[in-house]
């Protein structure tokens, strides 16, 4: 099971790097599940954030739920 699972929309979430490395690997798969553009701009958004914090030492992603 994957890691993007885990993100809740009504809590918080939170990734560290290593955590945003494996969920990157999911969004090839995210991607072919996409229904319309916005869904797919996104993913790929996502994908930037994901990249980011995966290569950047000591950093976090959150994910903050309604």
């Known amino acids: 099971m994957g890691k993007l699972w885990r993100v809740d929309p009504y ?4 990734f ?3 955590e945003a490395r ?3 690997g999911e969004i090839t798969d995210l991607l072919q599940l996409c229904a319309d553009a916005a869904q ?3 993913v790929t958004d996502l994908a930037v ?3 980011s914090c995966a290569t ?3 950093s976090y992603l ?3 739920g309604d």
């Open 49 to 51: 954030l994901l990249k």
């Open 56 to 58: 950047t030492p000591g």
């Open 22 to 24: 494996a969920a990157l």
């Open 16 to 18: 560290n790097e290593q």
């Open 11 to 14: 809590g918080d979430t939170q």
């Open 62 to 64: 959150w994910f903050i």
């Open 40 to 42: 797919t701009t996104a």
